[in-house]
Structures are given as structure tokens and as C-alpha cells.
């Protein structure tokens, strides 16, 4: 006997009510694709399927207009019926510009549905986070939501179960009827009046504002990005002053002039590249403020004394080229991140930068004018990342305090709550893990930085490239936590031995070392290595190196090593070369290489696969002009020759204008273990066994005056007993004095 069963189907807009009451199955109504929606659209304007030739154009633009929502269909298909091109072609303009009140009447209804933190959650969203840009990622996008005290953990969950938002691969959705609805709330109390708006999204909005300059006190949040080569006429930005209640305040490329007289106290987020002014008016009390991100600035001083910035995490003034001076901090004591690269005029920074307990990342590169005492930096045990590539006058200069200037010693300490000590006894504090009072070298200096950095337990990143050292003292192996070192651009002959015992370092790189001769041998990873990390060695352009043998044998040692301790996802190396190992038994002399995986997937002994390319630098008489002080080179990826998308990352190389007067062949190498290459190829097909062939690909973007070709590719398809010991002559053919040519010059 057979049991009657039947099916309830409960409609909603909110999948959360569904779970509450126990839905077994959930199905959320997908938008019509392509062809359902041009069916639709067809049997509501034309009342069939055929479309008039000229029709066809515009219904691919009503089509991505209203993109696959049916009730946006049927709407607009019941008002085009019989209609004229012409009126077509109108009703499309109309209606970009002010969409359909019979749409946005049924829309609203889940809008006003929202508590109201959930529907500032979504008007945010509808004007400023909805393209697939920087600040529509998930994370970027709850961040500022979170600094206007929206509480989006909870409420963007709200709008993704009622179907006002999706999320997929990290980034923020909506559609575009929708973005449409939230601008028109937005407008709706004052549409010719973008002042009294919430929100501008704009730019000829924002033009408007600021050419009427009256007050805008409804205004929170501003955030508009031109691109460089949609420069518009500049506007001034004197109406800012009269923005008391501005949150948010994101100018990306837009040419502004004028001066402040104030800003608003309420900022919490501020990012505006090539901000105008010298510095910020002494009203501004930026106890609010969490983000300070002023690129390219014009900015020659903050402010005045000491501010209150208990909320301050991020400032940003990297490439300000008028910059002096970093006021007082000590009232900032959550600060973790200071970029001042590229100010090339700051000459000092307060030494209550000292005192920051949280401070995790300092990047002073390049600011080649600072002189600023490191022991400063000592007692900042937080720090995981030191930047300070280009400093030589910082680098090689005394670097210790005179008894003079201990009266800002005395202050920090006080304010670490060290110890207690009169100026005197301070000085002797500090001083006692160097052990002397006036260096004698910079070198020696240096020494006593490296061993006294290593009370920075958490130091990863420490950059001092291009400093013109002559030595790289032996207490870099103080440095346990380093996961990268960049020493490029210096003058010393060799490295310490001591540099084995960096067992966490993953990325290192040497190029321009142009004095450099012999390279010690380098440390193996620790097997408990953070997983996902991949390992880089760079040694580009070091014309006095000698016993390449040696190199070779060392680099692909320190490979192999890492390889058998820890198979890293991907391995980058760059070393001189001027032909392709023989042990990369598969070669093409092309920019691309076609590798097929079927003899390998299935062998149980199979890690991965190793890649080579040899690619030369020289001249270029036909382009010459500026040559580029930094560059990606070379990019390279790996894709399915079926068509999957072609996966990129780049290499960086410096090229500098003394290299167009040599040619410089170097190898570029790239290790993918099986399970790197297979997550990187798997995303766009099930499995690998679906793959028919992967093509792996260079590409070279080469500034003026240089050209960068890529000559051969190879490659290997590496297993288990390939991570014995190796030697050079596995990997080179031809005699002895081959392997020890100079690899400056090409063949």
C-alpha cells in the first residue's frame, strides 16, 4: 500500500525565516541567464520571438541593463510594446537615469523591511562598494563599514539572507537595479541638491558641492576615484570645511586646490592621494581617526604639537616629498603600521615612535635625508617588518645617541615603564648591550644594530638594500624570525656564515651587489614553516661573482634541502646563466613551453615540476628615454591549453640605467610541488586528469632604453629521487671552463 505524501513550498525573502522553521532544503531563485531573459523580453515587447534588425542592438543593451531580473523584464518589455526605435532608445536613457517606479516600488519593500544599521549597511553598499574593485572586497568593504560603527559582521549576513547582496570569491555583489534603488533613496529627499545628500559617489556631484560651498552638514561619507587619464578640471575643496559630520573620506586621481579651514573632527577613515594642503588646521582633533592615508601628498608637516590619536592604526604618507618631519606619537598607542617610503625630504622622526607598543611595520625606504638614532627603534618588540632600502645615510652614519640627547631616552623609558632612572642611569641602561660609546665605524655600528634587533622577537621582513654597506655583519644571525632579507645594492664581498641560521628565511635577495664574489652557504627552512609561503632567491646582476660551479651548486643544494624539509607550494629563483641546464630535459627555445601531465598524475613518486627560462637584458637603441628605477620584469603563468585562464604572478628586478651598457643573461627558475600546481590548474576544471596540456608562459614588459627577452624555456617533471644531493655537472653540459665563463656577456 502506498503512502500519500506531500510537499510544502514556503516563499520568502528571507532565507533566515526558512532555517528558523526548520526547512529541509533552501533553493534561492537564480537571475535568467542570457537566453531565458532575451525569451522573456521577446514575448513582452514583441509578442514573439523574432527581434527586428533594428531592435537588435538596443535589446543587448536593455538586456545588460536590467541583467536577468524578471520583474525588470516584464516592466520594461510591457512599456516597449509597439514602440519606435526611437522611443526605445529614450526609455533606455530615461531609465538609467531614473529607473522605473513601478521596479523600485516592488524593490523597496525588502528595503524597508531593514533595521535601520542594516539599511546604512546597504546604501553604503549601493553607492560605494558594489563594483568589483578595491573596496568591494568582503574584507575591505566590512572594514570601513566597521569604522562607521555599522556592526556589518551581523548586518551584511541580513542583506545576504534576504537577497540584497551576494558574496563569492571574497567579493561583495549587488545588482545593478538595486545599487539604483539605494542611490534614489539616497537623492529622494533632495535630487538637484547633492549638499544635503548622506552620501556623494560622484564627481560633478562633488564638482557641484564644492562650487556652491554652503553648508553640508548631512554629508558623511565622500568617495570618488578617477582614473589618471580622466583628470578633470580641477575643483576646489574649500566646502570640506563646512562637512562637520564627514566620516569617510576616500579621493583617488581628483585634482583638488583651495584651502581648509577645518575638517571634520568625525573622520575615521581618511585616503586622499595628492592631498593639496601643507598640513591640516590646527581645529582638527583627530580623535576619531583609525586610517590616515595620504600618498603623493603635498603635505610638509601634520600639524602643530601633539594630537590625541587613540584610535590611529594605519598612517600612510609614502611618496609626500615635502614631508620634514613625523610629529609626536605618543599619544597613538595603537598604531601599527607607519609607511613614510619615498620621502625624500624627511630629515627626522620623533622618538616617541619608540614607545609604540603595537607598531608591526615600519617602511622607511628611501627616505635618503633621515637621520634618525635606531636604538630608537630597539625597544619596539611588536615590529614584524623593517623597510629601510635606500637609507645610506642612516645606515652608515653613528648610530648611537650623544649624552646630550638623552633627555628623549629618559622619556621613553618613563614611558615603557622600564625603570625608573635619572638622565644618567638611562644612558647606562641603554647602552649596556653595546658595550661602548662612540663607534668607530659605521660597519661596527651596524654589527651592534643587527645583534641588539634580535630583542625584536617577531621581526620577518627587514629590508636595508641599496644602503652602501661594505659588510654585512655577523649578527644578522641574531635575526631567527626573518622570513625575508633584501641586502641588494650593496658593496660587501660575501656574507656571514652566520646567515645559516636564519631557518625561518624564505626569500632573500642579493641583486646589484656588484661587489660581491662568493656565496656561504644558505640556511634549510624549519619544517614547521607556515604553510602556503613560497621560497625566492634572487641574485641579479652581481658582476664579480667568481666559481659559478660553487653558486650552482650551493643554490640548487638550498633548493633540494627546502624541497625534502618542506615542499613549498612554489620556489622562485634568479641566478646567472646563459643556457639552460641539460637537467631540464624538455626545452623550447620560445617564451612558452607545452608540458603533459598524463605520464606523471597517477605516479605516486611524483612532487612536482621544475621550470627554467633564460632571458637576457641589454640595450635598446630604437627606445631609448627614461630607463624605470623598478620593475616587474618578468611575469610568468601556468594555464590549460583547453582555454582556463592564465594564472600570473611576477618576478621583481630592479633595472637601473647602468645596466644598458652590458648584456646580462640570467636563469629564471620556478618550482611548483604537485599540490601548488595542481590547486593553481584544479580551480578552473574538476580534476587534473581533465587537463590536455599545460603551457607554461613569460611576459616581459620592458621599459625604455632596456629590452628583456626571454631565449629558451624548460622544464622537468621532478620526483622523489631527484632530491638527492646534486651536483653542477647533473645540471650543465659542456667542459670545466664553460660552467666558469662570465655570464655578463652573451654567447
Known amino acids: 500500500m502506498c503512502k500519500i505524501r506531500s510537499r510544502i513550498i514556503i516563499i520568502s525573502r528571507n532565507c533566515h525565516i526558512l532555517q528558523n522553521y526548520g526547512v529541509n532544503e533552501v533553493y534561492k531563485v537564480q537571475v535568467l541567464d542570457d537566453t531565458q531573459s532575451l525569451q522573456l523580453l521577446c514575448k513582452k515587447a514583441f509578442k514573439s520571438n523574432d527581434i527586428g ?37 529614450y526609455a533606455l536613457t530615461r531609465m538609467e537615469e531614473n529607473p522605473s517606479k513601478d521596479i523600485m516600488d516592488v524593490l523597496r519593500i525588502s528595503f524597508d523591511g531593514l533595521e535601520n544599521l542594516e539599511k546604512e549597511i546597504f546604501l553604503d553598499i549601493a553607492c560605494f ?29 541580513v542583506l545576504i539572507e534576504k537577497s540584497l547582496i551576494s558574496c563569492q ?50 554629508v558623511e561619507a565622500i568617495i570618488i576615484k578617477q582614473y589618471p587619464k580622466e583628470f578633470l578640471k580641477a575643483i576646489r575643496v574649500d566646502a570640506l570645511s563646512k562637512m562637520n559630520q564627514l566620516e569617510l573620506l576616500i579621493l583617488k586621481n581628483v585634482q583638488c586646490f583651495g584651502t581648509l579651514d577645518c575638517i571634520s573632527n568625525e573622520l575615521r577613515y581618511l585616503k586622499w592621494n595628492h592631498f593639496p594642503c601643507m598640513s591640516f588646521p590646527s581645529t582638527f582633533h583627530p580623535d576619531q581617526l583609525v586610517e590616515l592615508i595620504l600618498r603623493h601628498s603635498n603635505i610638509k608637516q601634520l600639524w602643530e604639537g601633539k594630537k590625541c590619536l587613540p584610535n590611529l592604526r594605519n598612517m600612510d604618507l609614502s611618496h609626500s616629498k615635502n614631508l620634514i618631519e613625523v610629529p609626536d606619537l605618543s599619544e597613538a598607542p595603537r598604531l601599527k603600521n607607519i609607511n613614510l617610503g619615498g620621502c625624500i625630504q624627511l630629515v627626522q622622526i620623533h622618538p616617541s615612535i619608540g614607545i609604540l607598543r603595537e607598531l608591526q611595520h615600519l617602511y622607511l625606504n628611501n627616505c635618503k635625508n633621515l637621520v634618525l638614532n635606531l636604538i630608537i627603534l630597539f625597544g619596539i618588540s611588536s615590529l614584524k617588518t623593517l623597510d629601510l632600502s635606500g637609507c645610506s645615510k642612516l645606515l652608515n652614519s653613528k648610530m648611537l645617541m650623544e649624552p646630550r640627547d638623552t633627555k628623549h631616552l629618559e622619556e621613553v623609558v618613563k614611558n615603557r615603564n622600564i625603570i625608573q632612572l635619572p638622565t644618567s642611569s638611562v644612558y647606562e ?147 646567472p646563466g646563459s643556457e639552460i641546464p641539460k637537467w631540464f630535459n624538455k626545452q623550447n627555445a620560445s617564451t612558452s613551453i607545452i608540458m603533459d601531465p598524463y605520464d606523471v598524475i597517477d605516479d605516486p613518486n611524483w612532487i612536482g615540476v621544475a621550470i627554467c627560462a633564460l632571458f637576457v637584458t641589454h640595450q635598446d637603441p630604437m627606445n631609448l628615454g627614461e630607463i624605470y628605477d623598478f620593475l616587474n620584469t618578468i611575469a610568468y603563468g601556468v594555464n590549460n591549453i583547453n582555454g ?44 587534473m586528469h581533465d587537463l590536455h596540456g599545460i603551457e607554461f608562459g613569460t611576459w616581459i614588459r620592458s621599459p625604455k ?6 631565449k629558451n624555456c624548460g622544464y622537468r617533471w621532478v620526483f622523489k629521487k631527484d632530491l638527492q644531493p646534486l651536483n653542477s655537472t647533473m645540471f650543465f653540459s659542456g667542459n670545466s671552463s664553460s660552467r666558469k665563463r662570465k655570464f655578463l656577456t652573451s654567447d
Open 53 to 89: 534588425e533594428e531592435y537588435k542592438e538596443l535589446t543587448l543593451d536593455i538586456l545588460k541593463y536590467v541583467n536577468g531580473l524578471p520583474l525588470a523584464l516584464e516592466v520594461l518589455g510591457s512599456f516597449l510594446l509597439d514602440r519606435d526605435v526611437c522611443e526605445w532608445r
Open 129 to 157: 562598494f558594489s563594483n568589483k574593485t578595491h573596496h568591494s572586497s568582503q574584507q575591505t568593504m566590512k572594514k570601513l563599514l566597521h569604522y562607521r560603527q555599522f556592526y556589518p559582521d551581523i548586518g551584511m549576513k
Open 169 to 218: 570569491d571574497g567579493y561583495i555583489g549587488m545588482h545593478d537595479l538595486l545599487k539604483e534603488l539605494g542611490k534614489s533613496i539616497v537623492r529622494e529627499k533632495a535630487p538637484k541638491e547633492p549638499r544635503k545628500w548622506s552620501r556623494l559617489w560622484n564627481y560633478k556631484d562633488l564638482q557641484k558641492v564644492m562650487k556652491i560651498n554652503k553648508e553640508a552638514k548631512n
Open 429 to 575: 641602561f641603554l647602552m649596556l648591550p653595546f658595550k661602548f660609546f662612540y663607534p668607530p665605524k659605521a660597519e661596527a655600528s651596524l654589527g651592534l644594530v643587527f645583534s641588539s634587533l634580535s630583542s625584536v622577537p617577531c621581526l620577518e621582513y627587514l629590508d636595508i638594500s641599496f644602503g652602501n654597506l661594505l659588510q654585512i655583519p655577523d649578527g644578522i644571525g641574531n635575526l631567527r624570525s626573518l622570513r625575508g632579507l633584501n641586502l641588494g645594492g650593496n658593496k660587501f664581498v660575501t656574507l656571514p656564515s652566520t646567515i645559516k641560521k636564519l631557518s625561518n628565511l624564505q626569500h632573500l635577495n642579493l641583486e646589484h651587489c656588484k661587489e660581491m664574489k662568493y656565496l656561504p652557504e644558505l640556511p634549510t627552512m624549519k619544517e614547521e614553516t607556515i604553510d602556503g609561503y613560497y621560497g625566492q632567491l634572487l641574485i641579479f646582476y652581481c658582476p664579480k661573482f667568481r666559481d659559478m660551479e660553487h653558486c650552482y651548486s650551493t643554490v640548487f643544494s638550498w633548493m633540494t634541502q627546502n624541497l625534502q624539509v618542506y615542499l613549498q607550494p612554489r620556489m622562485e629563483i634568479v641566478i
Open 644 to 687: 582556463c585562464g592564465k594564472y600570473y604572478q611576477s618576478i621583481p628586478i630592479h633595472l637601473t640605467t647602468d645596466l644598458v651598457t652590458v648584456e646580462l643573461n640570467h636563469l629564471f627558475i620556478v618550482f611548483y610541488s604537485q599540490q601548488g600546481l595542481t590547486s593553481l590548474l584544479s580551480s578552473r576544471s574538476n580534476t
Open 705 to 710: 632604453g632596456l629590452r628583456v627577452v626571454v
